[in-house]
């Protein structure tokens, strides 16, 4: 398994942006699709983001689609979110996450088949 630390999280007014990074600690960073789920208080984790072991295909909830941008940097072992015009809504602990796969191309990520979780980093969008 790899272990995953985020930060980059932070308070912003709403339609502002903010970037949270996920650094990936472990020889095997390539053989993982990577993402971003958040969690509100009284409610279940969801999926934000996901990138394939190749970076090259991409997968977003729809409430983030064309606001969030899911990116993996082989050279810092990284995966980063960008996330523009946020909304109070957008307020969670945001969690990276990894998981093991064979698969190339997919960027499919669900809370059962995650292998690895980071601890989470807040943001808070204000209105």
């Known amino acids: 398994q790899v272990q995953l630390a985020e930060s980059g999280g932070g308070l912003v007014q709403a339609g502002g942006s903010l970037r949270v990074s996920c650094v990936v600690s472990?020889?095997?960073?390539?053989?993982?699709?990577l993402g971003w789920f958040r969690q509100v208080p009284g409610k279940e984790r969801e999926f934000v983001a996901g990138?394939?072991?190749?970076?090259?295909?991409?997968d977003y909830a729809d409430s983030v689609k064309g606001r969030f941008t899911i990116v993996r940097d082989r050279a810092w072992n990284t995966v980063s979110l960008q996330m523009n015009s946020l909304q109070p809504e957008d307020s969670a602990v945001y969690y990276c996450?990894?998981?093991?796969?064979?698969?190339?191309?997919?960027?499919?990520?669900?809370?059962?088949?995650?292998?690895?979780w980071g601890k989470g980093t807040r943001v808070i969008v204000s209105s």
């Open positions: 472990g020889r095997t960073y390539s053989r993982y699709i």
């Open positions: 990138i394939s072991r190749s970076g090259d295909n991409t």
């Open positions: 996450a990894a998981r093991a796969t064979v698969l190339e191309t997919s960027a499919t990520l669900t809370t059962q088949d995650v292998d690895s």
